[in-house]
């Protein structure tokens, strides 16, 4: 035990750092795997590991990732004129070299921060996978290998919206390098087994072994979350350290854990193979990701926003909220309040899905859209274009005929108004936003339920638009008639960021 609590991964700054916020409890480095094996087997689980184990091993590596930061040295403690010893004081803070006149402006001294993490080979020429968060802004990175053996590495590239990075170490031409293949994490099913091998609190070469137990697991750490589950053992310091099929494959990568004390409950997650795969190979070719770019802004749909959009089959696909105006989206004729449920032949079964086929796809590439407009399929062909980490597209322009204001009417819960100077300037809205003003939300109403605050807009009931505060009522009347039990709105707020809330009429 006290080789564990001394253990430099336990010191990392690299994982002090890395937090998931919308789980309770810290959560660090993990992984998952799969496999597929007789019903029988399932039973009593298999006799031994230990053959595949041996098999793998050689292909796994620790990663040592040093930073050096510069701090500046301390300074002479100030004390008062006459303090007794103040003599010995000075001397013995000159004798180190943080007395004098000039302490202030002593240079900075370096410091080094040091981080322990895993990794595996995927290719024999050198190439090695991590995550990004094992190698974060490091300037000396190396390899360790399984027999002890180390390598310098350089950084060929990393992701950290998938947490995922490539190095390359030179191999010896005379002792050439074990690697393993990447697996089709796609064919994993929850109680597939797995195991996982890392460098758990700086014990290289651990072996932990158990299931899949879940799969598509969002932990709300990046846009692009699709995790796999797994009970095996993981806990700090296996991070990027890979995890098998009973094939050998790798077909996740320890990223993360959810545990209240930091150690293994049996919740970890790793990035699935197939959505690393891609991404790595475009670190390989470019050093950078190439992502497609649709240039929409998306909400999901629940129950009460499908049946308010006549959605036949229920909660499913991608409401567009927004669409940029400069996005690919916008050219191809895609409109707000669409629901995007097939993109380039692949289902679309809630919005988290939406990002991640969007990204994986080339840039460049053509392709057909299914949606849903006012309760209507439709195909439209889109090209996409490539994601900038920097861009932020602006909130949609609501471009609404300006009517004159309407009396304060009643509905849903909400006062509403007609945009005013008075109003304008009460609620801060922004010039150039048309809509009905939101003056006051019932706190006991479902508008207040979903949010609705005073100050908002509403722009749309029933993707119709409104200016009038009586233009709201009529549309509410008229939704009633044709049997509906919920009107979908269009609410911006003051600075024009626009979202869907469905709500009810009963």
């Given at each position: 035990m006290p080789a564990v609590e001394s253990a430099p991964a336990r010191r990392s700054p690299a994982?002090?750092?890395?937090?998931?916020p919308a789980l309770a409890g810290a959560l660090l480095a993990l992984s998952v795997g799969t496999a597929a094996l007789p019903p029988a087997a399932f039973a009593k689980g298999p006799a031994s590991l230990a053959d595949l184990a041996e098999q793998v091993t050689d292909a796994v590596v620790n990663i040592s990732a040093s930073t050096t930061v510069e701090t500046r040295n301390r300074t002479l403690p100030q004390l008062p004129p006459g303090t007794p010893f103040e003599d010995l004081f000075e001397e013995f803070f000159n004798r180190r070299g943080q007395g004098g006149e000039n302490q202030q402006q002593q240079r900075p001294s370096p410091r080094r921060s040091?981080?322990?993490?895993?990794?595996?080979?995927?290719?024999a020429s050198g190439i090695v996978i991590t995550n990004n968060h094992v190698i974060g802004d490091a300037n000396d990175i190396?390899?360790?290998?399984?027999?002890?053996?180390?390598?310098?590495?350089?950084?060929?590239?990393?992701?950290?919206?998938?947490?995922?990075?490539?190095l390359r170490v030179k191999p010896d031409p005379d002792r050439p390098l074990k690697a393993v293949p990447l697996g089709d994490s796609e064919k994993m099913r929850p109680g597939d087994w797995v195991i996982a091998i890392g460098n758990?609190?700086?014990?290289?070469?651990?072996?932990?072994?158990?299931?899949?137990?879940?799969?598509?697991?969002?932990?709300?750490?990046?846009?692009?979350?699709?995790?796999?589950?797994?009970?095996?053992?993981?806990?700090?310091?296996?991070?990027?350290?890979?995890?098998?099929?009973?094939?050998?494959?790798?077909?996740?990568?320890?990223?993360?854990?959810?545990?209240?004390?930091?150690?293994?409950?049996?919740?970890?997650?790793?990035v699935p193979s197939a959505t690393a795969?891609?991404?790595?190979?475009?670190?390989?070719?470019?050093?950078?990701?190439?992502?497609?770019?649709l240039g929409v802004r998306i909400q999901n749909v629940d129950d009460t926003t499908a049946e308010a959009l006549g959605l036949k089959g229920g909660a499913r696909g991608a409401l567009i909220a927004g669409i940029d105006d400069k996005g690919p989206a916008k050219a191809a004729?895609?409109?707000?309040?669409?629901?995007?449920?097939?993109?380039n032949n692949v289902e679309v079964k809630s919005s988290s899905d939406l990002p991640r086929i969007v990204a994986t796809t080339p840039v460049g590439k053509t392709v057909d859209v299914l949606t849903v407009r006012k309760g209507q399929e439709q195909t439209r062909q889109v090209t996409l274009g490539r994601l900038e980490d920097n861009d932020k597209p602006q909130p949609a322009a609501l471009n609404r005929p300006q009517a004159e204001p309407d009396v304060?009417?009643?509905?849903?819960?909400?006062?509403?108004?007609?945009?005013?100077?008075?109003t304008r300037r009460r609620f801060s809205i922004k010039d150039g936003l048309k809509g009905v003003v939101v003056t006051r939300v019932d706190p006991n109403s479902n508008a207040a339920d979903k949010n609705i605050k005073a100050g908002d807009l509403i722009v749309e009931v029933g993707q119709e638009p409104v200016t009038t505060p009586t233009e709201v009522t009529r549309r509410i009347e008229q939704i009633k008639k044709d049997?509906?039990?919920?009107?979908?709105?269009?609410?911006?707020?003051?600075?024009?960021?626009?979202?869907?809330?469905?709500?009810?009429l009963e």
């Open positions: 994982f002090a750092k890395r937090r998931l040091n981080s322990l993490g895993s990794g595996f080979i995927l290719d190396q390899v360790i290998l399984h027999d002890g053996r180390k390598l310098k590495a350089e950084i060929v590239g990393k992701d950290p919206k998938t947490d995922l990075a490539v758990p609190f700086g014990l290289g070469g651990s072996v932990s072994a158990g299931i899949v137990s879940a799969r598509g697991r969002n932990i709300e750490s990046g846009p692009y979350d699709n995790y796999i589950q797994t009970d095996a053992a993981i806990n700090k310091g296996n991070s990027g350290g890979p995890l098998f099929n009973m094939n050998g494959e790798v077909i996740g990568i320890n990223t993360a854990i959810l545990s209240p004390t930091g150690g293994s409950v049996g919740i970890g997650f790793a795969g891609p991404v790595i190979e475009q670190l390989r070719q470019f050093g950078e990701t190439r992502r497609g770019w004729g895609f409109e707000v309040g669409d629901v995007i449920t097939r993109f304060t009417r009643q509905a849903l819960g909400l006062n509403l108004s007609g945009i005013t100077d008075e049997g509906r039990k919920s009107a979908l709105l269009l609410v911006s707020n003051s600075q024009g960021e626009v979202r869907f809330v469905a709500l009810s």
